[in-house]
């Protein structure tokens, strides 16, 4: 009885808990002082209505880069014209020979040379940097963004093409916060089913001592 006691309580608190976020609209002042940050997720409004909801490409699980998600897009802001590698693959140091694995961005101006190459039917892009490592990339798992595409919100799904999201083009970007009208009362409320299932607990008739 005790258990079905906790467990309904931990289902009500679970929904409590996503009823706590809200998102609300950046001011022009906040996005000017460099809001949102890389690590944060938040919603681009843009102005037809449409609604795209980002994470960031690098979270504090790196193997999530490109990762699926139906819901969700992975993002990268480009402000100035530049050429930016993104991805993951393998990181081979061409002076020993080490091969490890690579999740991160390249600069464009650190690329020297790069080719396509075609392994059992797969296609990958190999990259040689001017800190003499070659980078090897299959198609689908990284982006390659050149000066000419421009600035923005670039957005992408495993094996989707990118999509460009001009800085014009965006109505508001939303972040989501912690709704307190909501939080206060619930956490009033947590602390008071701590307290009921330890008073529970120990008031509760204890069963007979096994030998």
Known sequence: ?????????LIVSFFNYIGCYSYSAL???????????????????LNDGSEISCRPAFSTNSNELFRTNSNEYYYL????????????????????????????????????????????????????TKDNTRLSLKKGEFIDILPEQGTGYYIYKPYELERKIAFEDIKEIQESSINWYVMGPYTVLCIAVIIGIVVLAKNSPQGPILP
Do not use: A, C
């Open 77 to 128: 802001r480009v402000d100035k014209p530049s050429r930016i590698l993104i991805g993951s693959g393998d990181k081979i140091d061409k002076n020993t020979g080490i091969k490890r694995s690579f999740v991160g961005v390249v600069q464009g101006d650190m690329i020297d040379s790069s080719r396509i190459l075609i392994i059992d039917n797969e296609e990958y892009s190999l990259y040689w």
């Open 1 to 9: 009885m005790k258990k079905k006691i906790f467990i309904s309580l």
């Open 27 to 45: 001011t022009e002042e906040e996005i000017n002082e460099g809001r949102p940050h890389p690590d944060e997720s938040f919603i681009l409004v």
